[in-house]
Nanobody
């Protein structure tokens, strides 16, 4: 019912920057929290950053000083500004949203996007 679409991934050199965007769409819903996760080949999916509708944020230690998560609640969008990128940041980045779907019997939802590839390489 609630769908997420990521964009903004690509190839960047070490030390460069990228900004990822995620748009949520559906009939009627309320998002309590959104976040970014990433998964590299052979690795488990890991949390990168999360943000609540009230603006509280949480970051993985590996990205805390370099990445910034932000949101636009009116547009149902979340962003991830990634600076000082390192080769180890290479992964597929997934957007996640938690909330309530009012158009589906007031059900809780946990939705995921299909991911966007970020490659950091010389």
């Amino acid at each position: 019912q609630v769908q997420l679409v990521e964009s903004g991934g690509g190839l960047v050199q070490p030390g460069g920057s990228l900004r990822l965007s995620c748009a949520a769409s559906g009939s009627r819903f309320s998002i309590n929290a959104m976040g970014w996760y990433r998964q590299a080949p052979g690795k488990q999916r890991e949390l990168v950053a999360t943000i609540t509708s009230g603006g509280s944020t949480k970051y993985a230690a590996s990205v805390k000083a370099r990445f910034t998560i932000s949101r636009d609640n009116a547009k149902n969008m979340v962003y991830l500004q990634m600076n000082s990128l390192k080769p180890e940041d290479t992964a597929v980045y997934y957007c996640n949203a938690l909330g309530v779907d009012y158009g589906s019997g007031y059900r809780l939802f946990d939705s995921w996007g299909q991911g966007t590839q970020v490659t950091v390489s010389s």
